[in-house]
């Protein structure tokens, strides 16, 4: 099934501000709240959530500007991890907007009793890294390292955060604290996590004294990776499971390198073709000439035909750079820039003056100029 664009089921642009995100998202989570007894949709609600939880986030945002909904599907075209709407925790999303008053879901009528559930595993936050690159290296390919803050499992306690396991006294073990509230759609019972032991139902007599209870220490890493041939500045790489490492179980998170590339002194690019201009002398130009032409894969001869013009340009097929992802490569395309001298000798003008006695008349070019005389 297609699914809506996302910035539509928020009803902002594509150039839309965070603030504007924010805006519209509070305004159709009221609207659509299932406790809303007027317009309350509990389909769109989950919709306009998903769609925040992509949007409001700037790696996953960036992501879905450039591929769509396939950068969240495991068949996408970017080799993206897969994402389902059950994952996003809108609980969490109204406590940031909202404060604690919409922490979680309420039990409202027709739909039953709702909770999110804090104490399963969560992936471990991704991280981006912008990964500069020279010319060469982004053409060719190479390995890099990178050094980033990344959280760890604490080696101390496993992960777990403490010792010695004990329930929560707080929730009774839920990870939630239910009360009842006020609010603009009457009287609803709502859910939050508990404070004590942060949702995840348990807490413990001792406290690891090397990660403070958080379960995870900050520490800095050297990953090594290789660079695919073909990457161009904006293209992004993901390195899987390479992230900080998730709680209760859950999985590491990942590691997107975005790659800016340093232009070259000779060399244009644009996407898989290669643009080098070459200087001709006038009289390479008009006679024709070998060159001698550096290409990506080592220097090649060039004939060069009589009465090159400015501008011109001649394809070397395949001496361009690799595809990304694709076979094959793309194209060399040698520009010829007639240089023209601004110094002569007496007797080098002399022979100019021999060549401005060419006629023109033949000239293709010099007829249509010649009919508006």
Known sequence: MNKKDYYEVLGVSKTATDEEIKRAFRKLAKQYHPDNKQTGDEAKFKEVGEAYAILSDATKRRQYDQFGHQAFT???GAN???????????????????????????????????????????????????????????????????TLDLNEKCSKCGGAGGFKETTCPNCGGSGRIISEQRSLFGVFQTQMTCSTCGGSGRTFKEVCSLCNGRGSVREKKNIEVSIPEGVDTGYQLRISG?????????????????????EHEIYKREEEDIYLTVPLTITEAILGCKKEIPTLTGNVILDVKAGTQPNEKVKLKNKGVKKINALGRGNMYVVFDVVIPDRLSMMQKKLVKELDKTSLDDSVEFRKFKKYL
């Open 242 to 262: 390479k992230g900080s490492s998730g709680t209760n179980g859950g999985p590491n998170g990942d590691i997107y390198l975005e790659f800016k590339v340093k």
């Open 74 to 76: 495991n068949n996408g």
């Open 80 to 146: 993206y991890s897969g994402f389902n709407a059950e994952d996003i925790d809108l609980g969490d999303i109204f406590n940031d907007l909202f404060g604690g008053g919409f922490s979680g879901f309420s039990s409202f009528s027709g739909f039953g009793q709702r909770k999110t559930n804090s104490k399963r595993p969560h992936k471990g936050e991704d991280s981006l890294v912008v990964v500069n690159l020279t010319f060469e290296e982004a053409v060719f390919g190479c390995k890099k390292t990178i």
